[in-house]
């Protein structure tokens, strides 16, 4: 391999050992007293190999060796935790009967989530819920696993999990997690938890963010964790290619409201904690998009002309500086509204 590097092809290679340049079988090429013209080339290869490796290195995109971030943890309640770092929001309940834990960000992102989890209770987690089987909410869940929590989600999720998934919106491939990474206990409609004093409802919601979303409702504690089916202060994503629809993120946002009072805290699956009349202004925004988005649909806009139209002008200030910029989300909302109509 090394002489075809330094060669350039077979060729070179064995026109040099017919001229004697190299022989066979004793070939070291640093004691060789090399003709000037086969060491120009040699070097000419080098330099150009070299440059090619430095190429290489430096189109690598930092996204394919992501850093883990720090976890920052806030007490929402009494014995309970949110814990912010890379990917979803993540809720921890701790107490008596031990440690419930609601998400569990990217798999890189595991060491510092099992730290901040230790440094509220020292017990082990028993059971994990995913919300929905994005690889920023339950991408750690092969470690969890193996720590010893008992993985519980929708059915649907469990289903995504296993098998090779393509986020269509951004051709993003995710290939099946391993069995380990598997829910273990899954539900079709709602599951309770009796656990450190509280009642802690998992209520899916069909057909919002993805097939398999699950709110989590911590009765006592009057704190509710909406998956990503609400994102604050950001355009949230609605992963169509798995099940999500417009519609149904507005079903969501209007289901977890009868459940909210003003005292109601709510951990979104991306953002800060917010409130009903947080939730309330998210879902008035997605309603007021959704209109306008139809209404220029059935004007018969094209989808280029839709985004052209700028239906979300007047929200773009408060919501269209997060990870889904204002024509990005105006395209999903007309992939959405589009889906609907087709199904
Ligand atoms: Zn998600």
């Not at 080098?46 to 007490?75: G, N």
Request: glycine content about 6%; proline content about 4%.
């Amino acid at each position: 391999m090394f002489r075809l590097l330094i060669f350039g092809s077979l060729r070179d290679y064995r026109r040099a050992l017919e001229f004697e340049i190299i022989t066979r079988p004793a070939f070291n090429p640093c004691t060789i007293d090399w003709p000037q013209i086969i060491k120009e080339k040699a070097m000419r290869q080098l330099a150009f190999l070299l440059s090619a490796i430095a190429c290489v290195a430096l189109s690598i995109p930092a996204a394919s060796a992501p850093k883990s971030v720090a976890i920052q943890t806030t007490e929402v309640a009494n014995g309970l935790h949110m814990l912010v770092g890379s990917g979803g929001n993540v809720a921890v309940s701790s107490g008596p009967d031990g440690v419930l834990v609601i998400d569990d960000q990217y798999a890189y992102q595991y060491e510092g989530i099992a730290q901040a989890i230790s440094e509220i209770s020292p017990t082990k987690t028993k059971f994990l819920i995913n919300t929905h089987w994005h690889s920023d909410h339950a991408g750690s869940n092969e470690q969890m696993a193996k720590s010893g929590a008992v993985i519980v989600a929708h059915e649907n999720v469990r289903l995504r999990l296993s098998t090779d998934q393509v986020i269509e919106f951004f051709k993003a491939e995710r290939p099946a997690s391993p069995r380990a990474a598997l829910p273990i206990i899954t539900f079709t409609d709602d599951i309770t938890f009796h656990f450190n004093d509280d009642v802690v409802h998992v209520i899916h919601v069909s057909h919002a963010h993805t097939d398999g979303d699950a709110i989590v409702h911590f009765q006592n504690a009057n704190v509710i964790h909406t998956g990503d089916t609400f994102f604050r202060g950001r355009y949230p994503f609605i992963d169509s290619g798995s099940g999500g629809s417009v519609s149904g993120m507005i079903a969501a946002a209007n289901q977890t409201l009868t459940l909210c009072n003003d005292e109601t805290k709510i951990i979104p699956g991306h953002g800060p904690m917010a409130d009903k009349q947080g939730l309330i202004e998210y879902r008035d925004m997605l309603k007021a998009v959704r209109q306008t988005v139809s209404d220029l649909i059935v004007a018969g806009n094209s989808a280029a002309q839709i985004v052209l139209a700028k239906p979300t002008a007047q929200f773009d200030g408060k919501w269209g500086d997060g990870f889904l910029k204002p024509d990005t989300f105006v395209k999903m909302i007309t992939d959405s509204i589009k889906r609907a109509t087709l199904n």
